[in-house]
Nanobody, 115 residues
Framework: QVQLVESGGGLVQAGGSLRLSCAAS????????MGWHRQAPGKQRELVAS???????KYADSVKGRFTISRDNAKNTVYLQMNSLKLEDTAVYYC?????????WGQGTQVTVSS
């Protein structure tokens, strides 16, 4: 069983930056496409960014040009660098792993953007 633990969330002013990290408990992390999802109050969970096993990245239109996903397989860690944060980025951010489906999930970390 692979466990995912997120860190790096917090309170930031609009226009600021945060870097989220997600550490996996096992080295099979490298076999998974990894992604960051978020869920704002009253809204459905959405996929924000993903990175494949060969480091191909995809982004939701709402974060393109502002967020960057990366992974370090040697450290079993995936990152989400978030710049130019907006009020609407406020949400709980979840790290997740995909093979045949999004089968691995972290506990989530809160990101709050204030004006």
């Amino acid at each position: 069983q692979v466990q995912l633990v997120e860190s790096g969330g917090g309170l930031v002013q609009a226009g600021g930056s945060l870097r989220l990290s997600c550490a996996a408990s096992r080295s099979i992390f490298s076999l998974y496409t990894m992604g960051w999802h978020r869920q704002a109050p009253g809204k459905q969970r959405e996929l924000v960014a993903s990175i494949s096993t060969i480091h191909t990245t995809k982004y939701a239109d709402s974060v393109k040009g502002r967020f960057t996903i990366s992974r370090d397989n040697a450290k079993n860690t995936v990152y989400l660098q978030m710049n130019s944060l907006k009020l609407e980025d406020t949400a709980v951010y979840y790290c997740a792993g995909f093979r045949t489906g999004w089968s691995l999930w972290g506990q989530g970390t809160q990101v709050t953007v204030s004006s």
